[in-house]
């Protein structure tokens, strides 16, 4: 069984950088530049089988670290993002504030 997370959606501009998130109702935009790598999914842990035909795509997933905010004078959130490159799924790994307390961890 794979790792619980919760879905969320994201807005990304052209290039695929997210640039709003929408999460528990409530619409972020992303104050600062995200930061986007690659990490290989434990696809082995999920299907018992990986079919050659799906692609890379079902085996790395991006990662994004993004800091959003409700508004200008609101406080900072840094968000844990995993996209599935061939689902197109968004979902939340961990939320944490500015001052470093986690608000919410999903995993």
Do not use: F, K, N
Request: charged letters at 30%.
């Amino acid at each position: 069984m794979g790792v619980l997370t919760e879905s969320v959606d994201v807005d990304c501009d052209a290039e695929g950088v997210p640039v709003g998130v929408r999460w528990r109702g409530r619409a972020y935009r992303v104050a600062q530049d995200p930061v986007r790598w690659y990490e290989r999914r434990a696809w082995w842990a999920e299907d018992l089988r990986l079919p050659r035909e799906r692609g890379t795509g079902v085996v790395d997933q991006q990662m994004w670290r993004v800091q959003v905010q409700l508004g200008p004078r609101t406080e900072l959130l840094t968000l844990e993002l995993v996209h599935t490159l061939d689902t197109g799924r968004w979902r939340l790994l961990a939320a944490t504030s500015a001052t470093g307390i986690r608000v919410e961890r999903c995993a």
